[in-house]
């Protein structure tokens, strides 16, 4: 059962990963295209890229924990690498929320 877990997690750490590129991608390179300019909120490229990655942060930094927790990568040096994304993460929504 512990195995499912891990796997389960590292499943959810990749995921999570993947919609931190996307997200980051939108923010950095996303640029100052509407994709919909009749919407009720219409938002430029670089601002729904820094809002997917503010909702996004709390369950990736979760994820994160959680992957540290339980996932076995060896000693504590390599399992703290599993927090790269979420300090990617918060630098970016600071960009965002600062600029």
Do not use: H
Request: with cysteine; net charge positive.
């Amino acid at each position: 059962m512990k195995n499912a877990f891990s796997w389960l997690l590292i499943l959810l750490n990749a995921i999570g990963c993947l919609c931190l590129t996307y997200s980051s991608y939108l923010f950095l390179f996303g640029g100052t295209i509407v994709d919909a300019p009749d919407a009720m909120l219409p938002m430029e490229r670089w601002e729904r890229g820094g809002w997917l990655l503010t909702i996004g942060m709390i369950p990736l930094i979760i994820a994160n924990i959680f992957g540290y927790g339980y996932i076995q990568f060896g000693n504590k040096k390599n399992r703290l690498l599993i927090f790269i994304p979420s300090i990617i993460c918060v630098i970016l929504v600071a960009c965002f929320w600062v600029k």
